[in-house]
């Protein structure tokens, strides 16, 4: 890109008043904005600390999705009829399709 000269320019972004600097090229693209000017504008925020997520701080911001007293309670109660003469049965687990097998042994493998 060559630059054919800069110029400094006061321009308005939500309700405040910047002086920046704008260089002119000779092209017809779209105009963008420079690091410099971005962060006069306060457009990038940077991020200097990332925020340990631990189980207690999960179970404190949602505590009423984690209280002790519904936890696996359905609003309505529900109830299984069975036959009289009904006996458990055990089936074979099922066969791993040859398509995951590998999936299967690498996770064994661990």
């Known amino acids: 890109m060559d630059v054919c000269g800069h110029t ?20 017809d693209e779209c105009p963008i904005l420079g690091l410099k000017a971005c ?7 940077r991020v200097n600390e990332m925020k340990l997520t631990t189980t ?10 984690f209280d002790n007293k519904t936890l696996g309670c359905l609003p309505v109660q529900h109830t299984i009829n069975l036959k009289e003469d009904a ?6 687990p099922r066969k791993i399709p040859v398509a995951i097998r590998s999936i299967d042994v690498a996770i064994c493998n661990i």
């Open 56 to 65: 207690e701080s999960i179970m404190q911001e949602y505590a009423d999705v």
């Open 39 to 45: 962060q006069e504008l306060n457009l990038i925020q």
């Open 87 to 92: 006996k458990p049965v055990i089936h074979a």
């Open 8 to 27: 400094t320019l006061l321009c308005e972004y939500k309700e405040k008043m910047y002086v920046l600097r704008f260089y002119v090229i000779d092209s």
